[in-house]
């Protein structure tokens, strides 16, 4: 059994600010500012073929964020992009860029890491994106295979694959249902026709991306779509964007002869831009759309995010889907790039009375499973949160790889003990929950009062 634990509940979003200055400039302050080099992609590159360039995330390096690259652990990767580190603690692989510039005509696309993490690009001067960076999930394919989802975000769920295999749902804390039709994920809205629940929230802090697409159970051989991928942008300079960003979700497969021969789409995922000033065009967009066609069940929106000090837009707003959380930021601002230290946060225990990884990969078999069980109809799962109110609600997901729908648990009163009044307050709750014959994910969603 495996699982990935997100953390749902919502976090003030805070922003030390300090005194005003006469220059209106961020502080971003980590090791190794820059050493990832200038992210200055051309269209005749060596790496670029049709227009694309594809960053693959795997290269990344393995360790703490604030880790300082050397030039040697450069070299051993892609020295002219630069190589990012994933920090698992973080759950996401991150640059760090003297600048960005990203010419029109070129796509910038990402390979995923093994663990599927966000991409966070920490940026020391101006970024400009006249091109387009795409996150968005992929669409339908061909059963027994998922969908594969954009970094941060969560694959989408099997089709029908036989007697015996049959699809299931959609991945992710709102992946969709599986039943005679795959129905679409949410994120920040439930769409139409869906019951899965909405997640995350407007801050996108912890920076994640959108879930999976249920499958069809019975008939076409097709996955659901894949959720949208997650990106955090912050610089201290300008950030110009005349190009597009997208983590769109992605699209499911429909017969449109047939209303039980659909699957869903993928939600769509999380951007996040934070910089000293915001230069925008006519023709810049910012998208995180749930997947959407004819005669297919659409998904539901995802979230985006803009703080700044200053905004210029003598040649144009953007066009942004959906609605953002705009803040504005005080001069010398110091902006938050992950969720407090003293805020809340949620852990699997144990799966079974087996405890999970540090770095849980969900991997479906492909690399082992990180937690095994002995085979029965139900197993307990144990909780542990710290900074979360006694009045929280804890679910626990369980989307089996194939042949079942996913349950949602409540744990129930009985299951709440509190093994620490602190602060910080910490509670174990427990709970049962239903289990599958064969791999299956788990995660947990808190629900503050």
Not at 195 to 214: D, E, I, K, Q, W
Not at 317 to 341: F, G, K, N, Y
């Amino acid at each position: 059994m495996t699982r990935r634990v997100l953390m749902t509940a919502v976090w003030a979003f805070c922003v030390w600010g300090l005194a005003p200055t006469a220059e209106a400039a961020l502080t971003i302050a980590y090791a190794g500012a820059g050493t990832d080099g200038a992210f200055t992609p051309a269209l005749d590159d060596p790496g670029v073929e049709a227009g694309v360039l594809t960053i693959d995330l795997r290269n990344a390096l393995t360790g703490d964020w604030n880790h300082a690259v050397t030039a040697p652990e450069l070299a051993a990767g892609n020295a002219v992009y630069g190589r990012g580190v994933y920090d698992a603690a973080k759950w996401a692989v991150v640059f760090k860029y003297t600048s960005i510039n990203i010419p029109a005509g070129l796509t910038v696309e990402f390979t995923n890491h093994a663990s599927r993490a966000p991409v966070v690009w920490l940026v020391t001067g101006d970024v400009t994106i006249d091109g387009t960076v795409t996150l968005t999930g992929a669409d339908h394919v061909a059963t027994p295979d998922l969908s594969e989802p954009g970094p941060g975000g969560f694959r989408g769920g099997m089709g029908y694959h036989g007697p015996n295999s049959a699809g299931s749902a959609g991945f992710g804390p709102g992946g969709g249902r599986r039943v005679d039709r795959g129905y679409g994920a949410a994120h920040s809205n439930t769409p139409t026709d869906s019951t899965a629940p909405t997640y995350g929230n407007p801050s996108l802090l912890p920076l994640a991306g959108g879930s999976g697409g249920g499958g069809d159970q019975d008939s076409i051989g097709r996955s659901g779509g894949a959720g949208g991928g997650a990106l955090l942008i912050a610089t201290a300079g300008t950030l110009t964007l005349s190009g597009t960003i997208a983590a769109n979700g992605g699209v499911g497969s429909s017969d449109r002869y047939t209303a039980g021969n659909r699957t869903g789409s993928g939600s769509g995922g999380g951007i996040r831009l934070v910089c000293s000033s915001l230069t925008t065009s006519s023709t810049g967009k910012i998208e995180a759309r749930g997947g959407f066609a004819d005669y297919v069940y659409p998904g539901g929106l995802g979230r985006v995010r803009i703080e700044r000090i200053s905004v210029d837009e003598a040649a144009g707003s953007l066009d942004i889907t959906p609605t953002p959380s705009v803040v504005a930021l005080a001069e010398a601002a110091t902006p938050l790039l992950w969720p407090p230290t003293d805020g809340p946060k949620v852990e699997v225990i144990s799966i079974g009375g087996e405890a999970p990884p540090a770095d849980p990969r969900a991997s479906f078999g492909a690399t082992g499973p990180d937690v095994s069980i002995a085979e029965n109809t139900t197993t307990v799962v144990v909780v542990e949160t710290t900074n979360v109110e006694e009045a929280s609600s804890v679910y626990v997901r369980v989307a089996a790889r194939a042949n079942a729908n996913y349950t949602r648990t409540l744990v129930p009163p009985e299951g709440k003990e509190v093994t620490s009044v602190g602060p910080p307050l910490v509670i174990r709750w427990t709970v049962t929950v239903p289990v599958a014959v064969g791999h299956s994910a788990v995660q947990v969603q808190v629900i503050r009062p």
